[in-house]
């Protein structure tokens, strides 16, 4: 499976995590922070675009989005993570954007009240 170091940064937050593998080095960063998931209704309201692939006779369907680093996610777009001795064991869900890099998510609790948001981290080797 590979050896797992954490490093933490104390001023900026910033978690790196890198898990050694038989194939190479993965890297796994990201701040923590939780960002709210937004339905279409939302993207509208905040002046969003909403995507040209959802048809306005579905805005109730339940699709759920975050904003990460200026670029509008769907959650439908991530692939829950469920194998038990993946890397991305400690993640709901990831996305890849090429064969080396990607987004992972965490869904975290945002308030006292149940309200659910994500933690994005993004990962490369």
Known sequence: MGTIA???NERTRIMHK????????????????ARELLDVWDLERLGIDVPDWIDPNDYDFGYQFFLFKG??????DFTRTTTPYS???DFDGYASDSFFSGTL??????DDYGTTG????WYYC
């Open 6 to 8: 954490i490093a933490q």
């Open 105 to 110: 998510v965490k869904f975290a609790d945002l």
């Open 18 to 33: 890198t898990v050694e593998r038989d194939n190479g080095t993965l890297h796994i960063i990201g701040n923590g922070h």
């Open 71 to 76: 670029e509008l996610y769907c959650l439908a």
């Open 118 to 121: 994500v933690k994005v981290y």
């Open 87 to 89: 890397p991305f064991r």
